[in-house]
């Protein structure tokens, strides 16, 4: 069974940082690039970072470029988001999804984990 769980998000006061995490299992993680999303109530889902299969190509939003760093870890079947000066605009559900596969394009979607950033 095919399965993107997140975790790792909370409150954080503005400055602070986090680091989200999404574990994968029933799939080869290094088959698939993996990005990060992000949303909020009312809005379309953003497009915050992505990562090649080899972790040797990355890319960053131009709001959270410097600020955020996407890792990936395809022995753990781990992808990471370091989030750090997080502000309030940042603020939203995070998901996690891989693209990819051998033969098919496959899309798999985690279930989101919220950040709020706020004092």
């Known amino acids: 069974q095919v399965q993107l769980v997140e975790s790792g998000g909370g409150l954080v006061q503005p400055g602070g940082s986090l680091r989200l995490s999404c574990a994968a299992s029933?799939?080869?993680?290094?088959?698939?690039?993996m990005s990060w999303y992000r949303q909020v109530p009312g809005k379309e889902r953003e497009l915050v970072a992505s990562?090649?299969?080899?972790?040797?190509?990355?890319g960053y939003a131009d709001s959270v470029k410097d600020r955020f760093t996407i890792s990936r870890d395809n022995a753990k079947n781990t992808v990471y988001l370091q989030m750090n000066s997080l502000k309030p605009e940042d603020t939203a559900v995070y998901y996690c999804?891989?693209?990819?596969?051998?033969?098919?394009?496959?899309?798999?979607w985690g279930q989101g984990t919220q950040v709020t950033v706020s004092s």
């Open positions: 029933g799939f080869t993680l290094s088959w698939f690039a």
């Open positions: 990562i090649g299969h080899a972790s040797n190509t990355a």
């Open positions: 999804n891989a693209l990819g596969g051998l033969d098919t394009l496959r899309d798999y």
